[in-house]
């Protein structure tokens, strides 16, 4: 068994970059996630990874035992997800991704939930507005809000989200009331920007049809929670879906703007490998997310 263990630690080692986030994805502390990794080099007799300024990356020989382990480990989880499901009885880890607003306003509070149900389950939820690949990464499910991506994933969707443009009042009564789409090239707006960021421009739903702006701002940032604080402190004009805005319109602390050209809906939904599909965890997990946000959806 220790070996088995040290086998995974080191393959969520070379996939996350560091001795402390693979240890923490595992429940280990960096002291006993270290060890395994020690224990490991001296069954084999040979350096597995190497410490650069940044990560930890592995050496040619760790390179060429990851790409055969992580296999086995792979195939020992698929195993035991197999046995949990013929007991009926769902258990294991569920690695799961979503964008920020998703992640804290849906995703998040049914995880406990979620547990409470299956206690043999644990979640690992990682949020981030950036586009993650799950094979890369060992992710099993992840969130996503827009487009769906070209992929061999298996997509279930949540819902259609209606997206709106707002601003705080006191930047409408400094810079003006944008009466058609136009006069947002003239406005501060918050843009998602980061690498390969398709957010490089608004979308708008008109009588004559889509129309597509290149729309500037002093500020960007790769995080919309981000860009939502700077709209609530009077920088600029946000584009967001308005399950995460609802709250902030009710009170008048945001105003939408353009109400009769909006954005075109987001699709939000999920993906997952195929392979998955089989592993009674996963599907649990899935039915119960999806069931429950197009509730929360539904009645905000």
């Known amino acids: 068994m220790p070996y088995l263990e040290s086998l995974k630690v080191f393959v969520r080692v070379v996939e996350l970059g560091s001795i402390t986030s693979g240890g923490r994805d595992l429940r280990l502390t960096p002291a006993v996630a270290s060890k395994r990794i020690k224990e490991l080099e001296a069954r084999l007799g040979t350096r597995l990874l190497n410490r650069t300024t940044r990560k930890l990356v592995p050496t040619e020989a760790g390179r060429l035992f990851y790409e055969h382990v992580r296999g086995v480990v792979a195939s020992l989880e698929e195993a035991e997800a197999s046995l949990a499901g013929f007991e009926g009885r769902p258990r294991g880890t569920v690695r799961v991704t979503a964008p920020l607003g998703v992640g804290r306003r849906l995703v998040a509070p049914l995880v406990p939930r979620f547990c409470d149900l299956f206690p043999e389950v644990d979640v690992r939820l990682r949020l981030s507005d950036r586009r993650v690949d799950l094979f890369e990464e060992e992710l099993d499910v992840a969130f996503f809000l827009g487009t769906p991506p070209d992929s061999a994933l298996k997509l279930r969707k949540v819902a259609d989200c209606p997206r709106l443009l707002c601003a705080a009042p006191e930047y409408l009564a400094r810079e003006g009331l944008p009466e058609a789409p136009d006069d ?117």
Not at 278 to 283: I, T
Request: proline fraction near 10%.
């Open 184 to 300: 947002l090239l003239a406005h501060n707006c918050l843009l998602l920007r980061y690498p390969r960021s398709p957010e490089y421009y608004w979308q708008l739903e008109t009588p004559e049809g889509l129309v597509k702006l290149e729309v500037r701002g002093r500020y960007d940032a790769d995080e919309g929670d981000v860009l939502l604080s700077w709209a609530l402190d009077g920088r600029g004009i946000v584009m967001k879906p308005r399950f995460e805005v609802a709250g902030h319109l009710a009170s008048g602390r945001l105003v939408e703007v353009l109400p009769l050209t909006p954005p075109p809906p987001a699709i939000l939904g999920c993906l997952y490998p195929h392979r998955k599909l089989q592993d009674p965890k996963v599907q649990r997990f899935i039915d119960f997310l999806l069931r429950h946000m197009r509730l929360a959806l539904e009645h905000p």
